[in-house]
Structure formats: C-alpha cells, structure tokens
C-alpha cells in the first residue's frame, strides 16, 4: 500500500514558493532603503579612505622632507 504523503522534494518546493510568495509584497518597498544604505556605507568607506591617506601623509611628512634634503644635487 502506497504512502498518501507527498514526495520530500515537492514539499519543500512548495514551502519555498510559499515563502517567497509571502515575502514579495515586502521586497519591492524594502529596495530603495537597501540601497540606500549601500549609498551610506560607500560614502563612509570613500570618506575613511581619504581620511586615512591625509592623515599617513601628514605623519610621514617629515620622513619625505628629509629625504629631500639628503638627495645629490638639491640647490
């Protein structure tokens, strides 16, 4: 006698469509904030950086300007 249970894939295959059916109508509203907050994290990450290299060359700039003195033929 034949088991009336369905086959485990098809199961999960309609709990898959079935969430997914669910979480649509709360996807396409959710887009523009996600991306705006990809938008954020880009400025802050650009932001860091250039912060970050003003404050290397600061630090290093007297390492440079020695260097300058000690080349051959400087004026």
């Known amino acids: ?11 999960k295959t309609a709990a898959g469509v079935a969430g997914a ?7 396409l509203p959710l887009l523009p904030a996600v ?4 938008v954020v994290g880009f400025g802050i990450f650009a932001a860091g950086s250039i912060l970050g290299q003003v404050v290397d060359g600061v630090k290093h700039k007297a390492e440079r300007d020695d260097i300058e003195d000690r080349l051959p033929f400087n004026g």
Do not use: T, W, Y
């Open 35 to 38: 991306a705006g907050l990809a």
């Open 21 to 27: 059916a669910a979480v649509a109508p709360l996807a």
């Open 1 to 11: 006698m034949e088991s009336m249970n369905p086959p485990g894939g098809l199961l």
